[in-house]
């Protein structure tokens, strides 16, 4: 994602009694590692999805990751927490395109980099899952329509990508940061309120267990977005100590969220066993490591396939998963591909199709959706 950085002040007018001009506006240095970040937390979320879970990988493998990965499968059952990650660095992205930005300009950008790939990969998984020889269930053509949309999971719908409940995340916290912030106008003020109030209510609401206060502030999710908004403040000035107040407090509540949602105690029968340690230690890095890149610390990383590293993550996340099933099924199970051989494969080759759909799909659907949706309509 790419969003427009901070302007200058306005230029004080000139005493000559001449029109001032207009400022200048200032745009951002790209942030790489951001990019390279956000593919590595979609790897994470892959390394889970075909070696730290149990569930229909099993029967794509054959029998449990655990038999397939006996030493490296505690490890990859982590990779769920990639998840937070990503929404700490939606946080930052979300408010760093927000700034600035009028409502619609701010529709149209999140509208445009969401909508393409997802409406093609909901489109290329129904379609795969239809073939009779892929063993997996496709949902029903009127389910798959409503997929279309985003909303199936309020709708209580059959989800087409097992991923897409982060969208409905997303979207959700787009929705409020939206309406609390990017229609009044984009101040420090404001979104340090915005931080404050969402933190208070998404306690409350957990404390409360309402289930429509629940559903609106996202307590589980909420301290990684507000977050990552902190942290875009400590790009803005490192030295804003509010900024890493909300930060720090982020944090804390978030890694309880991860550890009482993600955590299990010891137990033979259960697969994805984590300790509390572990997944405190995994969020902390996650933390730290949009931190880095706030302050400015990996600035020297400029490598142009960090660039196509980000263009690739969104078109990955959305396909590796389902897909990932055939795939590691055609190619353990009937090519006799070894464990290993087949989990590089096989993410090799959803980055290949993300590739696909970022240069045949995103390259000219998303301008041509970003400029429709700002248009103005023609008054009749």
């Not at 997802?118 to 949902?139: C, S």
């Not at 609106?216 to 403040?233: C, D």
């Not at 045949?360 to 309509?377: F, G, I, M």
């Amino acid at each position: 994602m790419t969003a427009p950085g901070t302007t200058l002040p306005p230029l004080p007018a000139p005493q000559t009694g001449q029109q001032p001009k207009a400022a200048p506006t200032r745009h951002p240095a790209r942030l790489y590692a951001l990019d390279g970040l956000r593919l590595v937390a979609a790897l994470m979320v892959a390394a889970y999805h075909y070696g730290g879970r149990d569930g229909e990988i099993s029967q794509a493998w054959g029998s449990s990751p655990q038999d397939q990965f006996p030493t490296l499968h505690g490890w990859f059952a982590y990779g769920c927490l990639g998840v937070q990650i990503f929404f700490v660095i939606s946080g930052f992205v979300i408010c760093m395109s927000g700034w600035g930005r009028p409502l619609r300009s701010f529709f149209a950008s999140r509208a445009a980099r969401l909508l393409p790939s997802y409406w093609v990969a909901i489109v290329l998984v129904t379609a795969v899952f239809a073939l009779p020889v892929v063993a997996y269930k496709a949902v029903s053509p009127s389910d798959a329509l409503v997929n279309l949309t985003m909303l199936q999971q309020p709708l209580g719908v059959d989800r087409v990508l097992g991923v897409c409940w982060t969208l409905w995340a997303e979207l959700r916290f787009y929705a409020l940061f939206a309406l609390c912030v990017v229609l009044p106008g984009a101040t420090r003020h404001r979104v340090v309120l915005f931080c404050a109030v969402w933190t208070l209510a998404a306690v409350l609401a957990e404390g409360s267990g309402e289930p429509l206060a629940t559903l609106v502030l996202m307590p589980e999710y909420a301290p990684f977005f507000i977050g990552g908004i902190g942290l875009y403040l400590v790009h803005r000035n490192r030295h804003d100590v509010t900024a890493w107040g909300i930060v720090a407090v982020s944090w804390l509540i978030g890694q309880h969220f991860a550890v009482d949602r993600t955590w299990h105690a010891p137990n033979p029968d259960f697969f994805s066993y984590r300790s509390s340690f572990g997944i405190v230690v995994v969020i902390t890095l996650g933390f730290a490591a949009v931190a880095a890149i706030a302050l400015g610390w990996t600035s020297w990383a400029k490598w142009r396939w960090l660039t196509v590293a980000g263009a690739l993550t969104y078109p990955f996340y959305l396909v590796h998963e389902h897909l990932g099933w055939v795939a590691v099924a055609a190619l353990h199970r009937r090519v006799g591909l070894p464990s290993w051989a087949t989990f590089g494969t096989t993410i090799a080759l959803m980055l290949v199709l993300a590739w696909l759909l970022n240069r045949y799909v995103e390259k000219w659907a998303t301008p041509l959706l970003r400029r429709s949706l700002n248009q103005r309509p023609h008054a009749t």
